[in-house]
C-alpha cells in the first residue's frame, strides 16, 4: 500500500476486517476505537486521505457508506450472482415471486468469500434495519442448511410455505428467529418446521 501512511494502513486493513466479519462499513466512532484513534476528525482526516488515493469511496449523505476501491478509484473484482427474487425481512413472504428474471448482481470476491453456491436477494421489509439491512437492499448467501446461533439466515417456514430473513437461535426446544427491530416480534417454530435455505455473507446497500 505504497504512499499510506501507517495510521492509514492501520484503519484500511480495519475496514476490511470489519466489513469481513461484520458484512457492513464501520461508523466513524467504530474505526476510531478499533484503531485507538485519538478522535473522530483524525478519523475523517485520514479517511479523506484514503479517499484521495482511491482506496475507499464515501457517500457522506448516508451513514456508515464507505465503499472499499482496489487503490486505483476502482472497485475490486466482481463476479457476477444471480438475483433469484425477494425475501421478506418483516411478515414472511415468499422467495421466489412469478415470473422473475434471473438477473445478476455484481459482488466482490470478498462479498462471496470465494464460495461457489452463492446467490442473491432483494429484501422486502424493515425487520433487520438495527443490522443494517434495509428495505430494497440485496443480500448475497451462501446456499446451505445449516447455521449456526446469531447467523442471519433466509429460512423457509414450512407450515406457512413463506421464507422469510431473521437471525436464527436455538431457543430451548424450538427454533427462534429473531428480527433486528425493536419494534418486531420474533418467531417461533419447532425445528421441523423449519428449513434454512441460506446464510448471509453480505448486504449490498441500495445507496452504494
Not at 421466489?96 to 462479498?111: C, I, K, N, Q, W
Not at 434495519?129 to 442471519?152: K, P, R, Y
Amino acid at each position: 500500500m505504497k504512499g499510506l501512511s501507517a495510521k492509514q494502513q492501520s484503519i484500511l486493513e480495519f475496514l476490511r476486517q470489519f466489513i469481513r466479519d461484520k458484512d457492513y462499513p464501520p461508523s466513524i466512532r467504530d474505526i476510531q476505537l478499533g484503531c485507538g484513534i485519538s478522535s473522530t476528525s483524525v478519523v475523517d482526516y485520514n479517511l479523506k486521505a484514503l479517499e484521495r488515493q482511491g482506496y475507499i469511496r464515501r457517500d457522506r449523505e448516508v451513514s456508515r457508506a464507505i465503499e472499499l476501491l482496489d487503490g486505483s478509484g476502482r472497485r475490486p473484482h466482481t463476479v457476477p450472482v444471480p438475483l433469484v427474487g425477494t425475501i421478506a425481512a418483516g411478515s414472511p413472504i415468499p422467495v421466489f415471486e412469478p415470473g422473475t428474471s434471473y438477473e445478476s448482481v455484481d459482488a466482490t470476491e470478498e462479498m462471496t468469500r470465494g464460495k461457489e453456491n452463492v446467490y442473491a436477494l432483494r429484501v422486502k421489509g424493515t425487520s433487520m434495519i438495527d443490522a443494517m439491512v434495509n428495505d430494497g437492499d440485496i443480500v448475497i448467501l451462501e446456499e446451505t442448511h445449516s447455521a449456526d446461533d446469531g447467523d442471519m439466515v433466509a429460512a423457509w417456514l414450512k407450515d406457512d410455505e413463506e421464507a422469510t430473513l431473521k437471525q436464527i437461535y436455538t431457543d430451548g426446544d424450538k427454533i427462534r428467529l429473531q428480527p433486528r427491530n425493536v419494534t418486531m416480534q420474533p418467531i417461533y417454530k419447532h425445528p421441523e418446521d423449519i428449513e434454512v435455505q441460506g446464510r448471509v455473507l453480505a448486504v449490498i446497500s441500495q445507496y452504494s
